[in-house]
């Protein structure tokens, strides 16, 4: 196969990468707190098919990994007393499992039997001191902006928040779950704010997923012609070569 159509092929495994993610993207344009995701692209210097001494090498498409736009999605009011939005980008609530802190910001919590504030997964969520745990009996719980939470007038806690001046250290683990995949240690979500009885929307504009959707497609037909136009010249070359000898 000629280098044109190699740089052709890792260009069609970058697309079917890119569609595949394009396409999680609109999958989850509804999902609380989930970021749009887009697939980074570089280059990657490898040795010709045939090369002499003289020549350079070829440059193909290298897959770099996800990047995550992590800017604020829009505030949707619920009204329900355990629903809670972050007002503040970059932070994250905390929360507890056997391999040690999570991070989401999708803050649809629930409580469990025994009063303790715990996501959908059942994870607990983290306050200043550990797990939060209140009385049901008492009645509902209010959480102020600043995140001290209160029951019947008392205060009962104080909800945690995590900021991380470097996002990428943050790797995704599904169910709008991240972790921290460094040694960087969260800092304080100073100005940060929750609203109670609100949830975080999605940040996908699906219009410019779908008009994604329609670029990749086109991108994969353009470079299968390609791939095509240079096998028909090789087999014509080959042909030639027949008949001349």
Do not use: C, H, W
Not at 36 to 52: F, I, K, P, S, W
Not at 106 to 133: H, R
Not at 190 to 206: K, T
């Amino acid at each position: 196969m000629e280098n044109a159509a190699y740089i052709g092929l890792s260009r069609q495994m970058t697309l079917r990468r890119e569609l595949d993610i394009a396409a999680n993207n609109i999958a989850n344009a509804q999902t609380t707190g989930f970021k749009v995701e887009q697939l980074m692209l570089g280059t990657e210097v490898g040795d010709r098919a045939r090369n002499d001494a003289v020549r350079p090498g070829v440059s193909f498409v290298l897959d770099n990994g996800v990047g995550r736009d992590f800017s604020q999605g829009s505030l949707q009011q619920t009204g329900r007393r355990l629903d809670f939005a972050i007002e503040g980008e970059g932070v994250f609530f905390r929360l507890e499992d056997g391999a040690g802190e999570a991070y989401t910001r999708d803050g649809a919590f629930t409580l469990d039997p025994e009063g303790m504030l715990v996501t959908k997964g059942g994870l607990p969520v983290l306050g200043e001191a550990g797990p939060i745990v209140v009385d049901p009996a008492l009645g509902p719980i209010t959480v102020a902006d600043d995140g001290s939470i209160s029951q019947n007038g008392a205060p009962v806690g104080q909800m945690a928040l995590a900021r991380f001046e470097n996002l990428a250290v943050l790797s995704k683990d599904g169910d709008g779950l991240y972790r921290n995949a460094s040694n960087d240690v969260p800092i304080d979500a100073a100005g940060a704010q929750i609203r109670q009885g609100m949830l975080e929307g999605s940040n996908v504009n699906p219009l410019i997923e779908i008009t994604n959707l329609i670029e990749i497609s086109r991108s994969y037909e353009r470079a299968s012609k390609m791939i095509e136009n240079v096998s028909e010249l090789s087999r014509r070359s080959v042909e030639r070569l027949g008949r001349s000898n």
